[in-house]
């Protein structure tokens, strides 16, 4: 994936995305290259946030935060395929139906100011990291809004809208359960450390 291409995914439906479509990266190669280290920013910076600010922020314990961070990792790794799966299912309500790396592709890159996100935790506040979370999860509806053209091949308003709230709202169903396998987990660690 190159970086330089993300800030025109963000502002056209065309240049960035047109750029994806056409070097047509592969499932694997996206998992390895992209995914993998991608996911790996939010687990990592929980970690940090654990050791750097003695529970400060998340009142969780160094040996806690590992099994959280593996939790949550793993369970980033599992959201992409399956997203992609249901991309490419949502494709149906307009009668669109993407070829799986297409899909792959579109649910990989759409998560990315998600995983930057977790850059916030640099800064132990939590008013802050709650903001640049917000910031994140617009971002990303702009993404699908403007990957929804080129990745479902349409050219009218209508059903490009009407297939970015379908995948917002598959998006926000898989980072939900997501999230709440975190807070579980996060529950979990505290009372064990208390």
Known sequence: ???????????????????LMRVHPSVMKMM????????????????YAASAYEEGVLGIPMNRAWALATI????????????????????????????YHDAFAFAAVVPTPLWL????????????I??????AIAASVLLIYEGTYRVFG???????QLLTASVVGAGLVGWVAMLGLAFVSWGWAVSFSA
């Open 1 to 19: 994936m190159n970086m330089m291409m993300f800030p025109k995914m963000l502002s056209s439906h065309d240049e960035g995305w047109a750029w």
């Open 32 to 47: 390895a290259l992209y995914v993998v280290p991608m996911s790996l920013i939010p687990p990592a910076m929980l970690l």
């Open 72 to 99: 949550f990792y793993i369970a980033e790794l599992v959201m992409v395929p399956v997203m992609a799966a249901v991309i490419r299912n949502i494709g149906e309500v307009a009668d669109r139906r993407p070829e």
């Open 117 to 128: 996100s977790g850059l916030a935790l640099f800064v132990p506040n939590l008013i802050f």
């Open 130 to 135: 709650a903001l640049v979370g917000v910031v």
């Open 154 to 160: 349409i050219d009218e308003e209508g059903p490009a």
